[in-house]
Structure formats: structure tokens, C-alpha cells
């Protein structure tokens, strides 16, 4: 029963937003009450001098931006909480969505004042495709943003989702004052505190309770109720199987920023959210409590402590016991590796561990051996599915500027790009690095890591192509005719698979029409199954 025991106590979630929607600040809370930082910091602050847990890269501090998934690990009233704190720009949506694969539900927030936005929509797309059970959170409500009920309808018509308040607002703007619990059915009342745990002013689930009218005011205190009524019969109610099953989601309101709602939500969380699912692979599926340990790679970061220049790739455990020191099966590799140095993380902050079970997230330091979407066993051949690479539609060359430092800058652009911060691809002659791109900005973190990280200066020269896509023929004969005759559009992964670079789709077109065995692929892992 242990390993039931240690499954059934994770939780293991991701907390995906549009940007500027307070995701880091509300990670930053939940830390906070956890108990895992005794300070929070803000992304964006004069006053504030600690900058946000979850933003430890140099850039990320400078830009006030995520762009980068922190992972952060801590117990909270004897459950072992895991969270996946991702970039929210559209530029990095890539490292989300790979993220989204080793997660078991998440949390959206949703800025009150613009409601629902661009991000939002793809990032609910990616969880409806999942099937992943979602919580939302809507923020800000201390400033003067949407009515909740025209929120709420918003959310159910743009995300195609049923919503359950979980909570109420008190008022809004400048005459919000906290929130009612729905689920406990009292009202808790805190000061408003940017950096530490709020003091509780007021707890009661008495309605008629005299220090409420006087705190909240009766005419806010009157709409109030009104609402909470009208609430109730207009949305759905809670069953815990369709959140599970990713058609409702449970809806709480608040301000991250003062605490408001945060101590709410993380509370309900963690009575409802599921633990671990089974993960699919290729050959099976896998259910947490198989005996063997599985797990697979979703994300990779270079130097998360420059003065190691260590490499980390994060695994998600998803069945069985992982042992520290233990010999395990890499896949791809066909070899047995032993791990001496795994730990878990509060952004760049390490604790090293001895085991992990289905739902955790642990780093092994590595070498160069492990790439996104490998998998570890104990003997048995399995290949999960759902990490791939996606088809980049921006593409340019990396050209060294100091050949001095060409070693730095070789070990620096495989580093990065194997993080899957972007592509590398290799055209000959000349041994040309070509990076894809789902967005301009990964192009400047690029050239900021390398030059801070590595020490290694660059200029990044734009190319004329719109997309790369990783091909796969029918027929032999035609395909070494085309790589022939394409040869000036052909360029290498990192696994050596071809990949065409096209100028127009309307390229793309004239190739399928005269190659009929011709196949494009728009992900690697696309690419890997047919091969296979």
C-alpha cells in the first residue's frame, strides 16, 4: 500500500496564463502559504526588492517576463505539491505546451479586467485536446475590470467550458474586499499583504453576523447575497467527476497580488484535484501503480546555476518507485544510466532526493545524453507519446562574430536548443546552424544567454523560409531524387532526420504534386512514428 499511499498524496499542476495575467504572482502566493518561501516577491517592482521565485533567469528578472517553465516542489498539509509555473508569452508556448504533457491538471488564470485573450483560447485548446481537468482563476479583481457574471458567461462561450463558482467576489475595484466561499459556505477576511501571509480579520459562516455589515458595508453586503442566489441558478453545480474529466471547471475568484482568494483556491485544490493519471505510450498504458518505474523527459535546462554551467533534465515519474543511484534503461540510447545526483526544486534552489513517485518531477544532472521526450525504465521498451517538436515558422542563422569563442558558441547553441527553447538545424556546406522559432523573442533569449551564459557573441542573420518540416517518402528512388535536387533546401536535425525548409506554401504544394509519395510532417514525433 505504500506506493497507493504516495500516489494518492501528489499533486502535480501547471499554472498557465496570457501574459500579464498575475500567473507568477499567484505561483509566488501559493509558495507563500505553502510554506515553502517566508517572502513573496514580485515580477515587476520598485518597492519590492525580491524578485518572483519562479523568475530566476537573469533575463526574466530584467524583462519582468517568464520565459522559461520553473518547476517548484513542496509539502502542504501532507500532500506533495508540484508545480509547473510556464512562460505565458506566445513566443514560448512550445515549452508550455510540452509542459501541459507532465502535468495532471492545471490552473488558468484570467485577468478580470481583459477577460478572456489570445493565449488563453490556444492554451484551453491544448487542455481540451488532453482532456486535462481545469481550474480557473480569475485576478485582479482590485482593479476595475469586467462584471463577474459577464465574465463568467465569457469564459463559458470563448473556452467552450462549463463554470462552478467556488467563490464569490465582495464587491470590485476599489470596493473589493475578499471573497465568499461557496464550497465552505463562510466568508474569510484578510488585510492585504504584497509580501507575507495576511492576517485574518474576520471568519464566519454566520450571514447575519454584525462585523460583516460593518466591514463589507451594507449596500455591498446586500448586492452580495443577491448575487450568490442568482449565482447558484445560473451555473452549474459541482461534480467532481466532469471537472476530472475536463468539461467543468471550478471558478474562484480574486487578487493574487493582495492575497485575496489565494488561500481559497490552494485549500479547495488539493481536495479535488486529481493525483496521477495513467500516461500513454506507444506500446501501452501506464498506470502509477505498475511496479517498475517509468518516466519520460519534458524539459531540459542548461546552467540553471551558471557557476556549475550543470545541465538539468526534468523527468516526470509515471509509474513505480525512482531510486537514486539505481542503474535504468534509456530507450532511445539502448543502454543502462545511473543517476547519483537527483533533486527537486524551488526554481534554481535544490534539494537532493533518494526517491520520487507518479506525479513528481525531479532534475538529473546530465551530460548530453537525455533529450525531450527520452524515456527511463527498468528494462521494458516504451516510448510515451505527446512531446514532440513543432514544425518552426521563423528560421534564421546563427553567425559567430568572435571566432575565438567558436567552441562556446557550438556548445552553447546545442545546450539551448536542447532545452527546447528553439530548433537547430544543420545545412551543408559549411556547416551552417540554422535556429527555428515558433516566436521572435526566443531569438533574443538566445542571443542574451549566449553571450551572458556562454560568452560567446553572435549576430542572428534572418533566412527567407516560413517553415521547416521534417519529411518522410514512400519511395526510395524519389526521395534520393529530391534530396538531389532540393539539396540547397535541405537541412539536419539533431537526430540527423531531413527536414525541408520552404519558402512559400505554395513550395510545399508544387512538391506533393510532383513527388506523390512525398509526406510532410508538422512534428518530429509525427515524423519518429512513421520512421518507425
Same mark, same amino acid.
Given at each position: ?14 499554472? %498557465? ?38 523568475? $530566476?533567469?537573469?533575463?526574466?528578472k ?19 505539491? =508540484? ?12 515549452? &508550455?505546451?510540452?509542459?501541459?504533457t ?10 478580470s479586467v ?52 467556488? &467563490? ?12 465568499? !466561499? ?7 477576511? @484578510?488585510?492585504?499583504?504584497?509580501? =507575507? ?29 443577491d ?15 466532469l ?8 471558478? $474562484? ?5 493582495? !492575497? ?20 500513454e ?14 518516466? $519520460?523527459?519534458?524539459? %531540459? ?8 554551467? =550543470?545541465r ?9 518507485r ?6 535504468? @534503461? ?14 527537486? $526544486? ?23 545524453n537525455l533529450?525531450?521526450?527520452? &524515456?527511463? &525504465? ?52 559549411? !556547416? ?19 553571450e ?5 557573441k553572435c549576430? %542572428?542573420?534572418?533566412l ?5 518540416l521534417?519529411i ?7 526521395? !534520393?531524387e529530391f ?27 508544387i ?22
Amino acid at each position: 500500500m505504500g506506493i497507493i499511499n504516495e500516489i494518492e498524496r501528489r499533486r502535480t499542476f501547471a499554472i %498557465i496564463s496570457h501574459p500579464d495575467a498575475g500567473k507568477t504572482t499567484l505561483t509566488e502566493k501559493l509558495l507563500l502559504y505553502g510554506g515553502a518561501i517566508g517572502v513573496a516577491g514580485a515580477v515587476r517592482s520598485n518597492k519590492i526588492r525580491k524578485t518572483a521565485t519562479s523568475d $530566476f533567469l537573469e533575463i526574466e528578472k530584467q524583462r519582468g517576463i517568464s520565459v522559461a517553465t520553473s518547476v517548484l516542489t513542496f509539502d502542504y498539509e501532507g500532500m506533495k505539491i =508540484n508545480i509547473l509555473d510556464t512562460p505565458g508569452h506566445k513566443d514560448f508556448a512550445e515549452d &508550455t505546451y510540452r509542459t501541459l504533457t507532465a502535468v495532471d491538471s492545471v490552473i488558468l488564470v484570467v485577468d478580470s479586467v481583459k477577460g478572456v485573450e489570445e493565449q488563453t483560447r490556444k492554451l484551453m485548446e491544448v487542455c481540451r485536446m488532453r482532456a486535462t481537468p481545469v481550474m480557473i482563476f480569475i485576478n485582479k479583481m482590485d482593479r476595475e475590470g469586467k462584471d463577474p457574471f459577464d465574465l463568467l458567461e465569457e469564459l463559458e462561450e470563448e473556452l467552450k467550458i462549463a463554470a462552478c463558482p467556488f &467563490t464569490w467576489p465582495i464587491g470590485k475595484g476599489s470596493q473589493f474586499k475578499g471573497v465568499y !466561499n461557496l464550497f465552505r459556505d463562510n466568508i474569510q477576511l @484578510y488585510t492585504p499583504e504584497k509580501s =507575507n501571509i495576511s492576517e485574518i480579520l474576520i471568519n464566519t459562516g454566520d450571514k447575519e453576523n454584525p462585523e460583516l455589515k460593518e466591514f463589507i458595508g451594507p449596500e455591498i453586503l446586500s448586492r452580495l447575497w443577491d448575487e450568490i442566489g442568482l449565482a447558484s441558478e445560473l451555473f452549474e453545480t459541482f461534480h467532481k467527476n466532469l471537472y476530472r474529466e475536463g468539461y467543468l471547471a471550478p471558478l $474562484f475568484f480574486g487578487s493574487a497580488l493582495n !492575497n485575496f482568494g489565494v488561500l481559497e483556491l490552494l485549500e479547495t485544490f488539493i481536495e479535488i484535484a486529481p493525483f496521477p493519471k495513467e500516461s500513454e505510450a506507444h506500446e501501452r498504458i501506464v498506470k502509477p501503480a505498475d511496479p517498475d518505474f517509468t518516466g $519520460f523527459i519534458f524539459k %531540459i535546462h542548461a546552467n540553471l546555476d551558471p557557476n556549475h554551467r =550543470n545541465r538539468i533534465a526534468f523527468i516526470r515519474v509515471c509509474s513505480g518507485r525512482f531510486e537514486r543511484n539505481k542503474l535504468y @534503461y534509456h530507450t532511445r540510447l539502448n543502454k543502462k544510466m545511473r543517476f547519483s545526483s537527483s533533486a527537486t $526544486f524551488l526554481a534554481n534552489a535544490k534539494t537532493t532526493v533518494d526517491e520520487a513517485y507518479p506525479g513528481d518531477v525531479i532534475g538529473l544532472y546530465d551530460t548530453g545524453n537525455l533529450k525531450i521526450g527520452d &524515456t527511463l &525504465t527498468e528494462g521494458e521498451v516504451l516510448h510515451f507519446k505527446g512531446v514532440p517538436n513543432f514544425s518552426p515558422e521563423i528560421l534564421k542563422e546563427v553567425i559567430n562574430i568572435d571566432h575565438s569563442k567558436s567552441k562556446q558558441l557550438e556548445k552553447g547553441v546545442r545546450q539551448l536548443t536542447d532545452e527546447g527553447l528553439a530548433q537547430l538545424f544543420l545545412q551543408q556546406p559549411g !556547416n551552417k546552424k540554422i535556429i527555428g522559432t515558433v516566436g521572435e523573442l526566443q531569438f533574443d533569449v538566445i542571443k542574451f544567454r549566449l553571450e551572458h551564459e556562454y560568452g560567446a557573441k553572435c549576430e %542572428i542573420q534572418s533566412l527567407p523560409y516560413v517553415k521547416a518540416l521534417w519529411i518522410t517518402f514512400g519511395d526510395n528512388k524519389e526521395f !534520393n531524387e529530391f534530396l538531389a535536387r532540393k539539396a540547397a533546401f535541405i537541412a539536419y536535425d539533431k537526430e540527423n532526420a531531413p527536414v525541408f525548409l520552404a519558402e512559400s506554401e505554395w513550395i510545399i504544394k508544387i512538391i506533393q504534386d510532383t513527388y506523390p509519395s512525398v509526406e510532410f510532417h508538422n512534428t518530429s514525433e509525427s515524423y519518429r512514428i512513421t520512421e518507425k
